[in-house]
């Protein structure tokens, strides 16, 4: 059974970053093809992708979000960790964690997806 | 970037109507696409991946079509269940999802 369950703070203030660990179980990110990604969702609004790692290191961030961005990996610990930084009001949003997988040249996006974590950005 | 969009961005239906629902992608993404349902409180569930494969678990009601730019989600007689927003995503560069689409009940 593959579940994935995303942690971190409810309530952040502006300027701060923000940190949301991917606890996932059910599969191994040492895998290939394996790949862990992170899509938000401000409420009331459309799905938004952040960033995915793969099983291999390879790092892809959304470009307008880059530079805030940081994706990691530990794969003993069957974690995935997102730091985004200079937290604004505007980010206020459902963050989720889900699963891609690729078997030979086909490509499965975000097949298994966590429950979502609510942070809420404000002073 | 890809720039998605969707049409209708609202659709009202009853229990046994055919529904379509339109994605059409800024460029050729050929078919790198995806189909999600959301229900609300709920995370999206992957319905269709390259474009017209079902995701094992996924009634056959739902069928999608497609490639290059312009893409359909097909619900062919239409359950209390499938009341929720669609989404549509492509992956063939990054990712990007469409605006979705609510399917209300008419």
């Known amino acids: 059974q593959i579940t994935l369950k995303e942690s971190g703070p409810t309530l952040v203030k502006p300027t701060q970053t923000l940190t949301l660990t991917c606890t996932f179980s059910?599969?191994?990110?040492?895998?290939?093809?394996?790949?862990v990604g992170w899509i938000r969702q401000p409420p009331g609004k459309a799905l938004e992708w952040l960033a995915l790692?793969?099983?291999?290191?390879?790092?892809r961030y959304s470009p307008s979000l880059k530079s805030r961005l940081t994706i990691t990996k530990d794969t003993s610990k069957n974690q995935v960790v997102l730091t985004m930084t200079n937290m604004d009001p505007v980010d206020t949003a459902t963050y989720y964690c889900?699963?891609?997988?690729?078997?030979?040249?086909?490509?499965?996006?975000?097949?298994?997806w966590g429950q979502g974590t609510l942070v809420t950005v404000s002073s | 970037d890809i720039q998605m969009t969707q049409s209708p961005s609202t659709l009202s239906a009853s229990v046994g109507d055919r529904v379509t629902i339109t994605c059409r992608a800024s460029?050729?993404?050929?078919?790198?696409l995806a189909w999600y349902q959301q229900k609300p409180g709920k995370a999206p569930k992957l319905l269709i991946y390259?474009?017209?494969s079902l995701e094992s678990g996924v009634p056959s009601r739902f069928s999608g079509s497609g490639s290059g730019t312009e893409f359909t989600l097909t619900i062919s007689s239409l359950q209390p269940d499938d009341f929720a927003t669609y989404y549509c995503?492509?992956?063939?560069?990054?990712?990007?999802f469409g605006p979705g689409t609510k399917v209300d009940i008419k």
């Open positions: 889900a699963r891609s997988n690729h078997f030979g040249v086909v490509i499965v996006p975000f097949d298994y």
């Open positions: 059910g599969f191994s990110l040492s895998t290939s093809g394996v790949g």
């Open positions: 995503q492509q992956y063939n560069s990054q990712f990007t």
């Open positions: 460029q050729s993404i050929s078919s790198w």
């Open positions: 790692i793969y099983w291999d290191d390879d790092k």
């Open positions: 390259k474009a017209s």
